[in-house]
């Protein structure tokens, strides 16, 4: 099994910026992508981006231009910059880890943009 710990979220201005980073541990050698989704109240979980292990990115529409996914190999850890943060980008951010057998979740971390 592959485990995850996301740490970085906290509270920001409209415009401001946060780095989350989500360490991995375990199975490591059975992810092939990882990546960060979302879930605001009363709404589903939403892709952000995502990054394979060829280093090719995926956004969604809402962040691209905005928010950079990036890894760390040697430290089995990955990054979400988030720059020109919205009120709308309020959210939990749950760290994900695929592999060819389930996906594996971190405990999320609130990420809340408001003045």
């Known amino acids: 099994q592959v485990q995850l710990v996301e740490s970085g979220g906290g509270l920001v201005q409209p415009g401001g910026s946060l780095r989350l980073s989500c360490a991995a541990s375990?199975?490591?050698?059975?992810?092939?992508?990882m990546g960060w989704y979302r879930q605001a109240p009363g709404k589903e979980r939403e892709l952000v981006a995502t990054?394979?292990?060829?280093?090719?990115?995926n956004y969604a529409d809402s962040v691209k231009g905005r928010f950079t996914i990036s890894r760390d190999n040697a430290k089995n850890t990955v990054y979400l910059q988030m720059n020109a943060l919205k009120p709308e980008d309020t959210a939990v951010y749950y760290c994900?880890?695929?592999?060819?057998?389930?996906?594996?979740w971190g405990q999320g971390t609130q990420v809340t943009v408001s003045s």
């Open positions: 994900n880890a695929r592999t060819r057998a389930y996906d594996s």
């Open positions: 990054i394979d292990n060829n280093g090719s990115t």
């Open positions: 375990g199975s490591i050698f059975s992810i092939n992508a």
